[in-house]
């Protein structure tokens, strides 16, 4: 089972967390189930960028992002090389190490 390690978050993970998940879920999931509340304003259909994560750990080891994901990824707050969107990603037998950015783009959101 892949260990997810993440980094802390002022809000949505001040203490930071691990934890171990199945292979086969998406990593906004398996956030959300560990209680991490990403934002997933589109409901993980890759039109948003609000589950934006750096995946500092483990990027390698996860299926290249399609077109849409990349498109969607131009407009995240603070993308790197190394960004996915989480509901877009599913976990393999890696483990991963995340960072949680400290913004998102949501136009349905007022908080950061
Ligand atoms: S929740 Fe919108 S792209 Fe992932």
Avoid at 21 to 28: I, M
Wanted: charged share 20%.
């Amino acid at each position: 089972m892949p260990q997810v390690t993440v980094l802390p978050h002022p809000t949505l993970c001040p203490d930071g967390a691990s934890f171990e998940t199945r292979s086969g879920v998406f990593l906004c999931d398996a956030l959300l189930r560990n209680g991490i509340p990403l934002e997933h304003a589109c409901e993980k259909s890759c039109a948003c960028s609000t589950c934006h994560v750096i995946v500092l750990n483990g990027f390698d080891t996860l299926s290249p992002a399609t077109e849409d994901e990349e498109d969607q990824l131009d407009r995240a707050w603070g993308v790197t090389a190394k960004s996915r969107l989480s509901c877009q990603v599913v976990l393999r037998q890696s483990d991963l190490t995340i960072e949680l950015p400290r913004y998102t783009l949501n136009l349905a959101s007022e908080h950061d």
